[in-house]
């Protein structure tokens, strides 16, 4: 149990060093589709790699089935779309509340999943019920608070609405595939997931580059969709895509392994307390950004629910 806590807690970190990656990165290519499905593409393949290394070293066969593939392509999909999104959301808002709405929904949907499936024991208390009622306050507040006059802070609002759905799927698919499959290493099942990511995507992503490159008369991805990138940054950004892939590997792995040793309700609520705290932190070191009062409401808020819902 004492090792699920520190492994959390590594975990939290290497998460919020990832999400300043990703406004690195967007900062540096834009939030344009070729951009987006490249990060996705690349950062995938680094997972499909190590793991793959890792599964030819222990030398045994792997057997999957339809139900297996199928929670395989819902976890590469799960992380796919929730690393879009925290590119797209750096450009218009805060990381700490993006990454605040992204736990939250991992938060609420573990712990009904955990009720609905009741493989854990879970039931709903006072304080999980207070816990919804405080996040649809966040939400109102978020919603409230953002000015309808501005295109960018509408889109927001919409990106975190889609990350709270999407991030909150992963947990859950995390405790299925382990009741399933315990015979299922975590780093098979992340290889699994990433070469399916890698797979959907590649196609995609070469025609949205060479799609690119004629628009542009063979020009490389710009920076910012207006001028020509610099080598150097393109390297920078290619380095920050391969750390993104290893951070990602390791944050999945814990949480997977975490899995089988606490409730996913209270993996979710312990760890996201300093989640939010370390990337609020990195966020005005890296980036000098501040929180408004209503972000830091919001923010005080959620880890009241983490609270309560680890009650």
Do not use: W
């Not at 990511?197 to 004629?214: A, D, G, N, Q």
Request: charged share 10%; net charge positive; proline share 2%.
């Amino acid at each position: 149990m004492a090792l699920a806590y520190v492994l959390l807690s590594i975990s939290s970190v290497i998460g919020s060093l990832m999400a300043v990656c990703r406004k690195y990165y967007q900062g540096k290519r834009g939030i344009s589709l070729q951009a987006n499905l490249l990060f996705a593409v690349i950062y995938s393949s680094v997972i499909a790699l190590v793991t793959f290394v890792i599964y030819l070293a222990e030398g045994k066969y792997l057997t999957v089935d339809f139900y297996t593939v199928f929670l395989a392509f819902g976890m590469g999909m799960t992380m796919v779309i929730s690393t879009v999104l925290g590119i797209v959301a750096a450009k218009y808002g805060s990381l700490a509340i993006f990454v605040m709405f992204s736990v939250l929904g991992s938060i609420c949907v573990s712990s009904v999943f955990g009720v609905l499936y009741n493989n854990e024991g879970a039931q709903l208390s006072v304080y999980d019920y207070i816990s919804y009622v405080l996040i649809l306050g966040i939400v109102l507040i978020s919603y409230l608070t953002a000015d309808k006059k501005v295109t960018h802070k509408k889109k927001y609002f919409f990106i975190c609405m889609l990350s709270f759905v999407s991030n909150g799927l992963g947990l859950p698919i995390s405790s299925l595939i382990t009741n399933y499959r315990p015979d299922l290493t975590t780093f098979n099942f992340l290889m699994l997931s990433s070469s399916i990511s890698v797979l959907l995507l590649l196609i995609p992503t070469v025609l949205s580059i060479l799609y690119f490159r004629k628009k542009t008369k063979g020009e490389a991805l710009v920076m910012g969709e207006t001028e020509q990138e610099p080598k150097s940054n393109a390297i920078k950004c290619y380095l920050f895509v391969v750390l993104y892939g290893v951070g990602s590997l390791l944050t999945n792995a814990i949480s997977i392994e975490c899995v089988k040793l606490i409730p996913i309700a209270i993996q979710s609520s312990l760890s996201f307390a300093l989640t939010i705290i370390i990337t609020s932190l990195f966020e005005y070191i890296f980036y000098k950004t501040k929180l408004t009062k209503y972000s830091l409401l919001q923010l005080i808020l959620a880890v009241v629910c983490s609270i309560l819902f680890s009650i």
